[in-house]
């Protein structure tokens, strides 16, 4: 059960990356953020059909899925996963979209800025860990 | 004193704050904030700020024209406005169409920041819109001048705060725009927004 995850910022380029577990341990980490950059272009398309923010899956690669969030602000937060586990991973999102929102809370914090915080990362894995 | 103004509208978690930023809870008058229960800040000193602001603007730019504290207020009102819709726009749904954004603005982040919606919004189609708000709460309380010209007059560089305000939040929504504000008569004032169209 290991999982990828990615905030891609409004310039399609990532804020913040995690490897959860080791997904596609085989064919190398890069494959993460390639499968991740290719599903960015449907999610451009989906985004707008529905208002929703949670996207559910929106790409597939071999056997794994990508699922996808937008915010308000166009902030993708993206998921690559290999079971479906949409309640799962909604909340996980929705939870993560909270703790971004905190984060840009902090004056000293621009749209678009990469997430370095250790705190943060720690608390996306403890997110991970209780919804995946 | 540092020479940079801090922004008034950190906003801090009861748990917490993610970054090192140290705890600060200021938040927009009426803003929910993430922890349970609403965070309120005292109007009058909200608006205290925002009367200071002006003045300490000036004399921290010696030597720089009028327009630069102009420019000050509004870049100010601009970051605000970011990280406030941002939380504003939490739970909203997405956005599909640049008037939805418009009336967002008019209500609900008009509402958080003055304890009202907007009077009026007109709009060509063409993305020019003018919100019209009769009772500015910011001017309210104006007073010191005899004739309302000159009342007008002195609280014209108050309007930039909230140019930039309403330029953030569209910004943080993804539109790039410019807004600009009038005000033909204290309490009531004009923004008008012009939206890039073919975005």
Not at chain 1, 13 to 31: F, M, Q, R, T, V
């Amino acid at each position: 059960m290991s999982y990828y995850f990615a905030i891609v910022g409004t310039r399609d380029s990532p804020i913040y990356e995690a490897a959860i577990g080791n997904p596609l341990k085989d064919d190398g980490k890069h494959l993460h953020q390639f499968v991740l950059h290719a599903a960015l272009d449907f999610v451009d398309d989906i985004m707008w059909t529905t208002p929703n923010m949670y996207l559910r899956v929106v790409d597939k690669f071999n056997d794994w899925f990508v699922s996808a969030f937008v915010s308000a602000g166009n902030i993708r937060f993206m998921l690559l996963h290999d079971s479906k586990n949409e309640d799962g991973i909604r909340n996980f999102f929705t939870d993560v979209h909270e703790l971004y929102v905190k984060s840009l809370m902090n004056p000293f914090y621009e749209v678009n800025d990469p997430i370095d915080n250790p705190a943060f990362d720690l608390k996306v894995r403890t997110i991970a860990r209780r919804y995946l | 004193m540092s020479s940079a103004l801090p922004t008034y509208s950190t906003t801090s978690v009861s748990g917490g704050s993610i970054n090192n930023a140290p705890p600060s809870s200021v938040s927009a008058v009426g803003a929910t904030s993430l922890a349970s229960g609403p965070l309120l800040v005292a109007e009058p000193a909200l608006f205290g700020l925002l009367i200071e602001m002006g003045p300490a603007l000036e004399a921290a730019m010696t030597g720089g024209a009028r327009e630069a504290v102009f420019f000050k207020m509004e870049m100010l009102g601009y970051n605000v406005g970011q990280r406030l819709v941002e939380r504003l726009a939490k739970d909203h749904a997405r956005f599909t169409d640049t008037l939805d954004v418009v009336k967002f603005i008019c209500k609900e982040f008009w509402m958080a920041v003055f304890r009202k919606q907007v009077d009026n919004l007109k709009t060509n189609h063409r993305g020019v819109y003018v919100l019209q708000d009769n009772n500015f709460r910011w001017f309210m309380n104006a007073s010191g001048a005899t004739t309302l010209q000159d009342a007008t007059q002195a609280m014209t560089p108050f309007l930039w705060f909230p140019c930039g305000l309403i330029r953030g939040a569209l910004a943080g929504l993804g539109y790039a725009t410019v807004v600009m504000a009038e005000s033909v008569g204290i309490p009531q004032c004009t923004f008008q927004i012009k939206i890039a169209t073919g975005r």
